[in-house]
């Protein structure tokens, strides 16, 4: 009676594995990820190098009309806070003095620059005191507290930025008359 009684067959599989439908899977979604990955590490490359190719081609200011450039701007970018406005009108000013004067004002404090200024030879001396002054003017509103802003109005904005305009102007234009001061001592 016993011989009659047969053991179950395992199972018989049909159609595909499915850890070899999931590795598949996971293969195929690394290959499109890397791919993906390929593509924007490439598009980015050549974006960078095109950067690098018009930054190239621009001409170079120079710091006078890089001052300008940024002080016409200065008001419309800048004019809504004045904190922002006399950080920005700071940063133009001292970036045109060191790029005229070749001394670096641009990580300098108001009091480093001013011992800066005072050692320059070729400027004139009621130059000098009015640049002091004006970074000295600048500096109980660059560090105020930031509830004391309302205090400000735009008429003491726009006259800032007008003498630091000004500022630049006579500075510029006192380089200018420097070499036909020379030539005209020489003769």
């Not at 001292?94 to 620059?113: A, D, L, P, R, W």
């Not at 200024?117 to 000098?128: A, P, Q, R």
Request: proline share 4%.
């Amino acid at each position: 009676m016993l011989e009659d009684i047969h053991d179950i067959r395992p199972p018989v599989m049909t159609g595909m594995d499915p850890g070899l439908v999931r590795g598949l899977l996971w293969g195929a979604g690394t290959i499109v990820l890397c791919a993906l990955i390929a593509l924007i590490i490439r598009y980015w490359l050549k974006k960078r190098k095109n950067k690098t190719h018009e930054a190239q081609a621009l001409p170079l200011l120079s710091p006078y009309e890089t001052a300008a450039r940024d002080l016409e701007q200065c008001m419309v970018d800048f004019g809504h806070d004045a904190k922002i406005f006399y950080f920005e009108l700071g940063r133009i000013v001292k970036t045109y003095v060191s790029g005229t004067f070749q001394i670096n004002c641009s990580e300098m404090t108001s009091q480093e620059m001013a011992r800066a200024v005072k050692s320059l030879k070729y400027l004139d001396t009621g130059l000098k005191t009015e640049l002091i002054q004006f970074q000295d003017q600048c500096d109980p509103i660059r560090y105020m507290p930031l509830g004391a802003q309302g205090t400000l109005d735009a008429g003491r904005m726009e006259q800032d930025l007008a003498l630091a305009g000004s500022l630049v102007a006579r500075i510029e234009q006192m380089i200018a008359d420097e070499p036909a001061k020379e030539d005209a001592e020489d003769a």
